[in-house]
């Protein structure tokens, strides 16, 4: 029925267009991982800003999300504001670090935009970033600079 003469031409095409094939789909379910990976990594974090606007708003009296500033805080207000900003900070390098990248394109460089919106947004606060500088001991390097240059751009304005 097969002669081995078949049997090698079968082998031959299957080698041709198999194997590229195979690498293709490989390829192509690596991508698709990776892209999934990211849109939860995303969505996490998402998550995470979330929770903290829901603070925010449990501590209303804190006038967080106006750009009014409050003259007469009590020193426990004081604190809390703090407080929230320590987590902030801590949000903000957490989403550096797993979504920040050099040479970012597409869905990579649209989800970051929102991050730097928030970013933008808060460091227009005057006691934000006065007190920056405090908030960033010890954090990530790069990303320290990379918030430092954005509270910076506000002053200059």
Partial sequence: MFTLETWE????????????LGIFAFVWQQRKERENEEEAVYQLLSDAYTDFLMLVMQNADLKLRSQCEIKDLSE??????????????????RAYLLA???NMSGKQLRRWASWEDYMR??????????????????????????????????TIK
């Fill in 121 to 154: 947004e808060w460091c227009q606060r005057d006691d934000f970033r006065l007190t920056l500088p405090r908030l960033l001991q010890g954090e990530d390097a790069d990303f320290a600079n990379y918030i430092q240059k954005i509270a910076n751009e506000k």
């Fill in 9 to 20: 031409l079968t082998s031959y095409i299957v080698t041709a267009f198999g194997l590229p």
């Fill in 76 to 93: 426990e207000q004081r604190e809390r504001i703090q407080v929230m900003f320590e987590i902030l900070i801590s949000l903000f390098e």
């Fill in 100 to 102: 920040y990248e050099d």
